[in-house]
């Protein structure tokens, strides 16, 4: 297979200013003409010919300036020109088959609906083009198609035109003036109807905003309005960024392989994350949509006004953008300043990092924020990417403060608007902005793995001096990432010291006039170094990188007794938490080493005791107790193992959820009772919190051997509930109680919920995700239930949302019993990448990576998985299926 290295980067030979599509859409057959204006690229080489990219298109004719131009030949991977002049027009028609593209990329049928998706590289399943990120056009649109099965129809920018034609058909032109790459061009047709608002924008310009879906969805189009209009206000007033154009659409599809995309003008998302109304959606769909609305809308600075170079360059506006997005939805929880509303949003994503990337970092998926190869793109769309993406932004603002971090965004915008560039020019931009020399900070793109920081202390009484050693170094890397290492990096590593009442201590490092503030971030550069505190009164107890300040692990042995004074009193929200997870992870891994050896287990009371006070203290906000609550996951604690057992990991963990349920019994119901929230509901975050934690109060009562309690409020709960949350978190515990007991209960709610939601597939997804994910036990193997559900009428391979609502979640989603022994998950697992492999190449692909942690596992599972991967490499077909398995098993 063909890898691709961003060192060979060259730009394009050719420049096309603008492009003129025209479409006569008919699902079968489309037929797509394309007139370019195309010059030669003075920066770039000579070029003997024009080479097009082209997928899965037929060629119809080719004509250079309004003659026909037989120097052409259509091949596999698209169409070379000969004998082009050095500026010329080029018009191009050919024909792609949207009904029989099962991939979801480039034009395809969703619901009778036409959709596109053109990121990474799908613009060129479509026609022939220079489909790469630094090749940007001006796009005209003409859309023909039947008026009664297509009343809809859209493109970026603004309408211009709409007309009638003869035999039922009519057309639309759309003009998007920006210049734009080819990956961020949009086309939807169909029977939908739109939430409209008319908004002003910062400088008093009348703005139409349109939410578009079918029909029978209208009613559950508000939340995803709001949040735009909430999205446009906030990239106003924190970052100075306007909307640019009249009007800014967003369609939802039901078919879509990620979350949604970020299209000029015209956004089109997985209706995941457009849809909600409280009977349907739970408070996490509430505040997921308002996430990725945000996130799709801040793409038109940071994506869209500011592009890419190549694709190496991915995180430039996907990290950066994470980052954006994390920070609103951080403002929307709590206001800009209540910290301890804003931790709750730090402790989710710091979870999804810690969990997923470090994972992948670990793995043979390892690889730099900024990549160095690939052998297909679409497997670059990674939590690396993301989140350590996002991570590596918020290090900058770390830094130089919120104000800095906008003199830089400034900078960036005033030297890069309507430019294809790089993650080096964001850092320059940021480096010149606060006169900074950032040469250092280079190496967290380049560089793969997690870094690990040993922390040493020691308090001199005498002289009142607390020194602080840092040292940082990478762990056992995966071969992937050791590669990539070269030297120190610049970590901005917060820290503040607590005194024995609980409070911080005020301040003052070495060589500093006065003591100031009570967190200070180190600027750690070197391998290691040692930061000396003076003035310190007492020893202390250090609150260790403080709202979690860099993507690293902080390696600092405190005792229990200490995680758990930290859990009581650290100012810092997030190290709060860290304190709890911390405790319970030891606990956890120790419980994990002797199921593993079939050895006793058993909890010090202190742990319970720990877990007591913050179930009990009513100061805290629900929503951080219930994150504080919460174990941590079955993968991560997996991963922490020298091999991984998930089996014992379930063991360890299900036996400290009893024991935490068991001991503080009346605790959890008098929680329970006190977070009720009755009334009207209301999605705000205040009330979720509430919700929140006392829904898990009832996944911990369903934990009982005696689970009566449980599943009596479950019932009542169930029957009663006037939202989504309360009515599934209630199901939920029916079937955890099924364990034990009710299965009776259990089914009978099953079979209720689904006969109740029988039109809404996003809740059918949850309902087959449910089961899926549910425990078993060696008489009850889930394998089975997810085996008779594949045969479902409900279920279907080709809607990636109701794949990964049965098979993701059941690979990914129930380790215990997906990691069965007897390896039938992993056969399961083989069977369905293959055949997801015939259809739709990229989420198959997704499905591919649960098995590349492989080498990580204990050696009978191991050899096991080997077998499963082997089959799917043998069989694949897609460059996409290959490149993981075959990193894999390498
Ligand atoms: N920029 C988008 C990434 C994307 C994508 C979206 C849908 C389908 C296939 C896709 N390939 C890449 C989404 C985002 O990060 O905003
Ligand atoms: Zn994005």
Redesign the pocket.
Known sequence: STVIRRADYTPPAFLIDSVALEFDLVPERTFVKSTMRVRRNPDAAPAARLDLMGEALELVSVAIDGAPHPAHRAHEHGLTVDNVPDAFELSIESVCKPAENTT??GLYVSSGNFFT?C??EGFRRITYFLDRPDVMSTYTVTIRADKAAYPVLLSNGNLVEASDLPDGRHAAKWDDPFKKPSYLFALVAGKLVALEERIRTSSGKEKLLQVWVEPHDLDKTRHAMDSLIDAIHWDEERFGLELDLDRFMIVAVSD???????NKGLNIFNTKYVLANPETATDTDFANIEAVVG??YF?NWT?NRVTCRDWFQLSL??GL?VFRDQEFSADMQGGATDGAARAVKRIEDVRVLRQMQFAEDAGPMAHPVRPESYVEI?NF?TMTV?EKGAEVVRMYQTLFGREGFRRGMDLYFKRHDGQAVTCDDFRHALADANGRDLTQFERWYSQAGTPRIAVRTAYDSAARRYAVTLSQRYGDAAPAARETQKGPLLIPFAIGLIGRDGADLPLRLEGEPAAGGTTRVLELTEAEQTFTFVDVEQPPLPSLLRNFSAPVIVEYDYTNDELAFLLANDSDAFNRWEAGQRLATRELLALAERAAANEPLSLDDSVVAAFARVLTDESLSPAFRELALVLPSEPYLAEQMAEADPAAVHMARQFVRQRLATALREEWLAVYARHETPGPFEPTPQAAGHRGLKNLALAYLAELDDPSDAIRLAVAQYDSANNMTDRAAALSALLAASATRSAAQADGALDDFYRRFEREPLVIDKWFAMQATQRGSQERPIIDTVRRLMGHPAFTLRNPNRARSLIFSFCSGNPAQFHAADGSGYAFWADQVIALDALNP?VAARLARALELWRRYTPALRERMRAALERVAAQASSRDVREIVEKALA
Do not use: I, P
């Open positions: 979801l990329s998706q990121e990474a879509f392989n990620m979350g949604a995309m970020e996130h799709e793409h994506g506006k996907e953008t679409n769309y993301y990229q």
